[in-house]
């Protein structure tokens, strides 16, 4: 087998403008199926986009001969159950972040891949980017010295969104803070070399209803090395911005627009000297399709038998972590 052949589970808006092209851009993977809720609507896109079998449910393009692997671009609440339908079925399965709803059931989808022998990974894809490995690379050569304290945030407006099912909480789980904090803060734990917590807090902006997931937060956490992580999350932004910065005793690193592909993103090494800011290096980088790299890599696994760089263990702390933000919420 020279090419994994994929089956995008969820084909929503974001599967056709990101995940379709990804995988077709990438050198050792195809698409041969995709599923919708709708089989008509499953057929029209199968039709105007060529690829070759539409299903209306995630059982039924599993159960495909002409599937080896599948990508799950779901509603949160169906990253959990599509998983386990994957697992059973023998089909290698990389999943949208979050990971799940919770924890527990995190654990449950990696323990069915690895009963089933079977690839599992979560698309933390900005473990892929460049710049993000570059600040990886500075803070564990301990460059900026111990690192004190790190903020993160990623806003946008949710309003203009099609995922509607974004402000539902049976659906989402959680609100921005599932949706993108996520991406924060994994980004934060990877640079930091994926510690352990010691404390989490969170605080939210809700309607109050319960039906409907928080409309901006802000997570708090101790990591046991001693570093303070500060991630701010939210749905009801003007506009779209990503920043994060790492702090240490010896100098800061710092970009915006860190999250998206196909940009050239700046990261920005702030040296001190008796305490002034000393010098400011400026590192440019095309950051490439990073959703292409993290399908790429994932095939990779799969044709070679290496187990993936985003381990399973490092998503499921990453949703213990939220999920104590939103239960120790204030």
């Not at 671009?73 to 999943?95: D, F, Q, Y």
């Not at 904090?181 to 640079?191: A, P």
């Not at 001693?226 to 005793?249: D, H, K, M, N, W």
Request: charged share 25%; hydrophobic share 40%; proline share 4%.
């Amino acid at each position: 087998m020279n090419n994994v052949r994929y089956g995008i589970i969820g084909f929503g808006a974001f599967a056709e403008r990101a995940i379709l092209p990804a995988i077709r851009s990438s050198p050792n993977s195809v698409v041969t199926a995709i599923q919708k809720r709708s089989l008509a609507e499953a057929e029209a896109k199968r039709r105007e986009h060529g690829v070759p079998f539409a299903f209306d449910s995630a059982e039924a393009l599993c159960a495909s001969a002409e599937v080896d692997a599948v990508f799950i671009v779901s509603s949160n609440a169906r990253h959990h159950p599509e998983t386990l339908i994957a697992a059973r079925h023998g089909k290698h399965v990389l999943t949208e972040k979050p990971m799940a709803l919770s924890a527990a059931q995190g654990r449950e989808m990696a323990e069915a891949c690895r009963t089933a022998g079977v690839k599992f990974m979560v698309g933390h894809m900005l473990r892929f980017s460049p710049l993000v490995r570059r600040m990886h690379e500075l803070v564990s050569s301990g460059a900026l010295g111990d690192i004190t304290a790190v903020r993160a945030e990623f806003f946008y407006d949710a309003g203009i969104s099609h995922r509607r099912w974004l402000w539902n909480a049976a659906e989402a789980g959680g609100g921005p803070l599932f949706d993108v904090g996520i991406h924060c803060l994994d980004t934060v734990r990877f640079v930091l070399g994926d510690p352990e917590t010691a404390e989490v807090t969170g605080m939210t902006r809700d309607d109050g209803d319960g039906t409907r997931v928080e409309r901006s937060s802000l997570m708090n956490v101790r990591f046991r090395t001693g570093t303070l992580c500060s991630v701010y999350s939210s749905f009801e932004a003007p506009y779209r911005r990503t920043f994060i910065e790492f702090i240490g005793s010896r100098g800061t690193l710092s970009a915006f627009n860190f999250t998206p592909s196909r940009v050239t993103a700046v990261l920005e090494w702030t040296k001190g000297a008796e305490g002034l800011p000393a010098e400011t290096l400026r590192e440019p980088f095309d950051v490439p399709d990073l959703y292409e790299a993290e399908v790429s890599h994932f095939s990779r696994c799969v044709l070679t038998g290496e187990a993936p760089a985003v381990r399973w263990e490092e998503s499921v702390r990453n949703q213990e972590i939220l999920d104590a933000a939103l239960i120790h919420r204030r």
